[in-house]
């Protein structure tokens, strides 16, 4: 498929404000699900380790499986895809009002809300970057603030749909909202070349010989011999029939050396496509070779290898928060009359602004996003130290926005992987990356609910997630200290904002 040039305008912004409002719609439960987290305790009676895996599947399984989204978009293109992924997210959410027990809720909210969500964002982030080229940094800042935006709003929609409509009620309105993903979807109209060619035409270009050709080539052989046999026979027969015989042997020899031919040729061309199939084959295993030797030479980047642990650790911690946050407020016996916003609420509008303060911050060439990075995993970890010392509902608040405006590190993500790896390997790091992210999504919540579980109180739990973000965010400052760097190279001193380049030329 060709595609024109990026128009970065026009139907792009159109674009740009569907993709947002997907996300939104497909988003708003899952980060939100803290609120329902609450219910889900109540209605299966499943200690809080278990309970949680519903949450965090929803969350990490689209990281997880983000390797078959991107081929999917790449196979069917955004906007089948976004279509279909609405059917799904709506249909999940419907399915979970029925949900008999938490293993249902395993796989309805857990794995099909989750990957509908997966496959969502991949459509939405591919469609806008097939619009944008000079404004995309814009483009796709705009469209991942509709994450945050949904879980801002969802908490406290899922929370007055409880107390009116009863938990089942809720799953049901918001499936039902989450069909307006289709609308959506149908408008993420293709970015195609109107010289591409047709499809029917290609399809029958394509199709092998030996499949299309010499099938038909037997069929009219047969229907030559029998029409040449019964004609040129008769006719002999009727004027001579002493050479009726001869010539009916001689037919027969001249006809059989055709088939012969025939089949010589047909045997040739079978060997040829037999070789071609296994030239290809031999192909795509080096493929494969040459993908595992280039991630191979990525972890050999310190910085790299630094940056997938503290991405890993980051994620088991950092992530439970914006789940149990809610049950942390009550188990501490926090009045409901003192509520003036959800906790979740809190963290979701404070992460969006977090990620448009921290992206303008990295577009200043002053400010070394490495090591903006590193600070804004450190001050997680401390936010983290301080929940179990939280007694009221002001200062929760307050750790809730902290902690929620420290997670919009995600803005900066790609330009520390840039930075380390180089753009050219960009698309490979950041897709092993975003699989160790998800399954770190999908860690974090289960193991303090088992804390609780076991300790009957979250202080355990919490000092475990702030000292996972404090250990990732150590390595990766060690890795990237300049003196280290010093030590490993032999070139003169490096500028304070270059290193990560030169990290990236060494790989």
Not at 6 to 26: E, K
Not at 233 to 253: A, G, M, S
């Amino acid at each position: 498929m060709v595609f024109r040039k990026p128009p970065d305008g026009g139907w792009g912004w159109v674009i740009v404000v569907v993709s947002f409002f997907t996300q939104f719609l497909c988003y708003g439960s899952p980060l939100a699900v803290g609120v329902l987290y609450l219910e889900w305790l109540d209605a299966f009676g499943e200690g809080k380790g278990k309970t949680a895996w519903v949450g965090s599947l929803a969350n990490g399984i689209g990281l997880l499986a983000s390797p078959v989204c991107s081929i999917c978009v790449s196979s069917f293109g955004a906007r089948p895809v976004a279509i279909f992924s609405g059917f799904m997210v709506a249909g999940g959410l419907m399915m979970s009002s029925f949900a008999p027990n938490i293993y249902f809720l395993y796989v309805s909210y857990g794995i099909v809300v989750g990957l509908g969500c997966g496959l969502l964002y991949t459509a939405t982030v591919t469609i806008t970057c097939q619009y944008f080229d000079k404004r995309r940094g814009l483009a796709l800042g705009l469209i991942s603030t509709g994450s945050s935006v949904g879980l801002f709003i969802y908490a406290a929609l899922q929370r007055e749909l409880i107390e009116l409509y009863g938990l089942d009620g809720c799953l049901l309105i918001v499936g039902a909202l989450s069909l307006n993903i289709l609308a959506c979807g149908s408008l993420m109209r293709p970015l195609e070349s109107s010289s591409s060619p047709q499809p029917e035409k290609m399809c029958v270009d394509k199709v092998p010989d030996q499949y299309f050709v010499y099938h038909e080539k037997e069929k009219t052989i047969e229907e030559n011999i029998s029409i040449l046999e019964k004609g040129y026979i008769d006719e002999k027969c009727v004027n001579n029939v002493p050479d009726c015989k001869q010539d009916i042997i001689l037919n027969k020899n001249v006809l059989s050396s055709i088939n012969v031919s025939e089949k010589d040729s047909y045997k040739k061309k079978v060997v040829e496509q037999t070789n071609f199939c296994k030239q290809l084959a031999k192909r795509k295993w080096q493929l494969y070779l040459t993908y595992w030797k280039e991630t191979m030479v990525l972890f050999k980047n310190k910085v790299f290898s630094a940056l997938f642990v503290a991405i890993l650790l980051f994620d088991i911690g950092g992530f439970p928060p914006s789940l149990l946050m809610e049950d942390v407020a009550r188990s501490a016996n926090i009045s409901e009359d003192d509520y003036y916003m959800p906790l979740i609420s809190i963290i979701g509008i404070m992460t969006t602004i977090g990620k448009l303060i921290l992206g303008i911050l990295a577009d200043f060439k002053w400010v070394n996003t490495l090591y903006l990075y590193v600070t804004t995993l450190l001050m997680t970890g401390v936010a983290l130290f301080a929940i179990p010392f939280a007694k009221s509902y002001l200062t929760l608040a307050m750790l809730s926005g902290i902690l929620g405006f420290l997670t919009g590190n995600w803005s900066i993500f790609p330009y520390v992987t840039t930075k380390t790896v180089g753009i050219e390997k960009l698309t490979h790091a950041y897709g092993i990356l975003m699989f160790f992210a998800g399954l770190g999504n999908s860690l974090g919540p289960p193991i303090v609910g088992w804390f609780y579980d076991w300790t009957q109180e979250y202080n355990t739990a919490f000092y475990f997630s702030g000292f996972c973000v404090l250990l990732g965010g150590f390595l990766l400052l060690l890795a990237a200290l300049p003196c280290w760097n010093a030590c490993t190279s032999q070139s003169s001193k490096l500028p304070p904002n270059t290193y990560s380049y030169r990290v990236a030329s060494n790989t």
